[in-house]
Nanobody, 128 residues
Framework: EVQLVESGGGLVQAGGSLRLSCAAS????????IGWFRQAPGKEREGVSC????????YYADSVKGRFTISRDNAKNTVYLQMNSLKPEDTAVYYC?????????????????????WGQGTQVTVSS
């Protein structure tokens, strides 16, 4: 059974940090790129970041560049999203998703329908 399980969400004050984890199982993790998306109440789901596998390339939404860092540990089948300098507008449910290697480019990595597998999400709330 394919599973992506997010964890690490919670309530934090503005300026604080959280590290989200995405643990994968049931598929060949090394053959997939992993993206993080988020959805705030009343808003569409949007791409936050993505990491490829073959060259470790990364992509970020402009809104999080310089504050968020994505990384992966293939030995643990896990992708991380380190979120620093959090702002109230970062409040959302955060999802991780998997897409086959080579599918993403700097202009397509955030296209939702490309992703094959999705997690259930973890809530991040940033208070002002």
């Amino acid at each position: 059974e394919v599973q992506l399980v997010e964890s690490g969400g919670g309530l934090v004050q503005a300026g604080g940090s959280l590290r989200l984890s995405c643990a994968a199982s049931g598929f060949s993790f090394d053959d997939y790129e992993i993206g993080w998306f988020r959805q705030a109440p009343g808003k569409e789901r949007e791409g936050v970041s993505c990491i490829s596998n073959s060259e470790g390339g990364t992509y970020y939404a402009d809104s999080v560049k310089g504050r968020f860092t994505i990384s992966r540990d293939n030995a643990k089948n896990t992708v991380y999203l380190q979120m620093n300098s959090l702002k109230p507008e970062d409040t959302a449910v955060y999802y991780c998703a998997a897409v086959p290697n080579g599918a993403t480019t700097d202009s397509s990595w955030s296209v939702i329908f490309m992703y094959r597998y999705w997690g259930q999400g973890t809530q991040v709330t940033v208070s002002s």
